[in-house]
């Protein structure tokens, strides 16, 4: 079972024939899953294998159907974490966004929803290897960092379409299926933007955009400067304003001024597009008047935005490579252990914020 995690696939649900895999690799596929049959699938079908990432009340990790080898995805919230940090509305919100928004390029489909005496989860129709930080021991070359970047910008061109800003553009929040693509499944920080501007400020620190550090009130394009500070990382291996952790104020400071520094190793595109990303004045920053301006920036020259929309355009073979030594490196440095049942707890499905879950 364990060594079906190093299988780079192309689908999302499959069925293995066998679990005595050569190499880790199995070798047939025999069937996908009827996502029909999984509308009313409850948790008790599942059983927990293995935690991908994990927030504050909330993780993303591999379940199988029991009795049979079906690997699928599962986002489950702790009832207990969520109720005793009191976000309850937070969670429902997250939930209803996921259901509810239109097919989205690299946000996979909400299946069902199912609660127990322990957890409400989402079960999704991805195969998700790790978050995108696992991969960024040491930078990308361009064109995996263009690969990664071009996913987000599809992303998000589906999403400002359909009036969603994402506020997650960080390789800590960014996950990876075990074909190679991005994909988007934590939306704690996502909001419908009804109106043209929000006020809350939320996101992760070392991506907030000016505006959001300094109370402005901010809309669509704090995503695109969040994708300015993700190519920098990707690239350089490193925060452009520094890291929150060392000093907070001072890098929030660094953020309202956009006092950047960019090396002479990056290319003469990298250095212009993300100049033009991490621009102070959100009217001007390259994104705000629509994607197209980020899509048909010179450093994305190659890129075939249809292939990518529709996850034809090949996976660099870094990607695929560092996703497949990530795996390898959690057989070895882990049993990956059978997660024992939850330990009974005190019913919480009473309060009303789970009545439509």
């Not at 960080?170 to 929000?198: C, Y």
């Not at 009217?283 to 980020?294: K, M, Y």
Request: net charge negative.
């Amino acid at each position: 079972m364990l060594k079906c995690l190093l299988y780079l696939l192309d689908i999302s649900l499959v069925s293995f024939r066998s679990k005595d895999y050569s190499s880790g690799f199995p070798k047939e596929i025999t069937k996908t899953v009827d996502i029909s049959t999984l509308a009313k699938v409850s948790l008790s079908d599942m059983e927990w294998r293995k935690c991908l990432y994990s927030t504050d009340c909330s993780e993303i990790g591999l379940v199988i159907l029991r009795d049979s080898d079906n690997l699928l995805s599962l986002k489950r919230f702790s009832k207990q974490k969520v109720k005793r940090l009191g976000k309850e509305a937070q969670v429902l919100k997250e939930k209803n966004l996921m259901k509810n928004i239109g097919p989205v390029a690299f946000v996979p489909q909400v299946l069902c929803t199912c609660a127990d005496r322990a957890y409400a989860g989402m079960l999704l129709n991805t195969f998700l290897a790790c978050p995108l930080a696992s991969i960024l021991h040491i930078p990308l070359d361009e064109t995996s960092a263009q690969f990664c970047a071009a996913c987000v910008v599809v992303a998000l061109e589906d999403l400002h379409k359909n009036g969603v800003l994402y506020r997650g553009v960080s390789p800590d929040v960014l996950m990876l299926d075990q074909s190679g693509h991005l994909q988007l499944v934590d939306f704690r920080f996502g909001k419908d933007l009804s109106d043209n501007r929000t006020f809350t400020i939320c996101g992760m620190t070392d991506y907030l955009a000016p505006e959001i550090v300094q109370g402005k009130g901010h809309g669509f394009p704090a995503d695109w400067w969040a994708l300015g500070v993700l190519i920098y990382f990707m690239l350089q291996g490193e925060m452009p304003f520094g890291s929150w952790r060392e000093s907070e104020i001072d890098i929030v400071a660094k953020i309202a001024k956009g006092q950047l520094n960019l090396p002479q190793t990056l290319s003469p595109e990298a250095v212009d597009l993300i100049t033009k990303l991490l621009v102070v004045d959100e009217n001007t920053r390259l994104g705000s008047q629509g994607p197209s301006s980020v899509k048909s920036h010179p450093w994305f020259d190659g890129v075939d935005w249809k292939g990518i929309a529709d996850s034809s355009f090949p996976v660099p073979h870094e990607i695929s490579s560092r996703i497949s030594q990530h795996l390898e490196s959690l057989l070895e440095d882990s049993a990956l252990p059978r997660a024992s049942p939850p330990r009974d707890v005190e019913e919480l499905n009473v309060p009303e914020w789970l009545e439509d879950w």
